[in-house]
């Protein structure tokens, strides 16, 4: 069922986005070994308004990055933000041990460019999440 008001859609996108949120903390806590927590490094690209960054945070240090610089992230006092496209990233080779999107690959015209810079950037063992979930 749609939202029909303005304030039904603001609750709606809040649930959703709270699912989203610990469907990825609950792949993480899989994919993580729990001695690892805290000293990993984190990338999460198109990071919007950072909602997920303080679960993100959970799991290590995250640099969170977008084309545009929200005004709830710029209000995280202790976020490493990065105002950039991921096809053309400044970040060294090897950088990153969990590298992480939320609705973002359906945006992005050159998927090949991308994915080469994800790779770049990416440590040996990265964990790739770009999380596209779909439910009614």
């Known amino acids: 069922m749609l939202p029909k008001t303005k304030k039904q859609e603001k609750k709606h996108r809040k649930k959703k986005r709270d699912l989203e949120i610990s469907m990825v903390a609950e792949e993480l806590d899989n994919l ?7 000293i990993l490094t984190i990338l999460e690209f198109g990071c919007g308004d950072g909602f997920q960054i303080p679960v993100l ?10 084309v545009y610089l929200s005004k709830e992230v710029s209000k995280m006092p202790d976020v490493n933000f990065i105002q950039a496209s991921i096809t053309t990233t400044l970040f060294g080779n ?10 973002v690959l359906e945006h992005l ?9 994800l790779k770049r950037i990416g440590k040996k063992n990265c964990i790739y999440l ?3 979930q779909e439910y009614g």
């Open 94 to 103: 090897g950088k990153f041990d969990i590298i992480f999107s939320n609705h």
């Open 32 to 38: 993580v070994p729990k001695r690892k927590k805290g």
């Open 109 to 117: 015209q050159r998927l090949k460019k991308t994915f080469k810079e």
């Open 130 to 132: 770009p999380f596209q």
């Open 57 to 66: 945070e959970k799991f290590g240090d995250v640099t969170a990055m977008d």
